[in-house]
């Protein structure tokens, strides 16, 4: 999403209005857990101040996620404030040229950053606690219980 600025510089203007979608190109979600995502839509506000820019937008939309137990689909929205300022002297800032401002970097970066660990689609199934030889252990039930091949040594220990 290309921003023009040329009202905010020239016209001494303190805020112009930013809104409108982005869609994500597809080639960018291949080395992510994101599987698809809505346009996202952009609302918000870049201000003038005097040496700086500051961007003002939210960027809201759903992706759609791997189920961390069963690998299926499941939506998640997302709602993002982002508040970033622009300083034209900073390496890690963005560039404006021509008073042209790309946000999408920007607005990726965070979409990315938004993304959980894990999510659970709603009919997936409870874990078991126990199986084949093992069982969760807790602290609400962590029992002492006493292997009972070692049984008999309690019997030698004096205390």
């Known amino acids: 999403m290309v921003i023009d600025l040329t009202k905010l510089i020239y016209n001494n ?3 112009i209005p930013v809104t409108g979608e982005i869609i994500v190109p597809e080639n960018l979600l291949e080395n992510t857990d994101i599987r ?6 952009v609302e918000g506000f870049i201000l003038n101040n005097e040496e700086t820019y ?13 189920c961390a137990r069963t690998l299926k689909d499941v939506e998640y929205p997302f709602d993002i404030n982002i508040n970033e ?4 002297n900073d390496d890690n800032s963005l560039e404006i040229i021509q008073n042209r401002l ?4 920007i607005v990726w970066q965070n979409i990315l ?8 689609a709603p009919d997936a199934k409870e874990e ?9 252990i807790t602290e609400d039930n962590d029992k002492e219980e006493i292997d009972p091949r070692l049984a008999k040594l309690k019997d030698y220990i004096k205390e």
């Not at 300022?85 to 034209?88: A, G, M, N, R």
């Not at 950053?113 to 659970?120: A, E, I, M, Q």
């Not at 078991?128 to 969760?136: F, I, V």
């Open 102 to 105: 790309e946000i999408f970097p």
């Open 128 to 136: 078991s606690l126990e199986g084949d030889g093992w069982r969760l």
């Open 113 to 120: 950053v938004d993304v959980p660990l894990r999510v659970l």
């Open 54 to 66: 500051e961007l003002d937008i939210n960027v809201s939309g759903v992706m759609i996620l791997p």
């Open 36 to 41: 698809k995502i809505s346009p996202v839509k």
């Open 13 to 15: 203007l303190y805020k």
């Open 85 to 88: 300022k622009l300083e034209e």
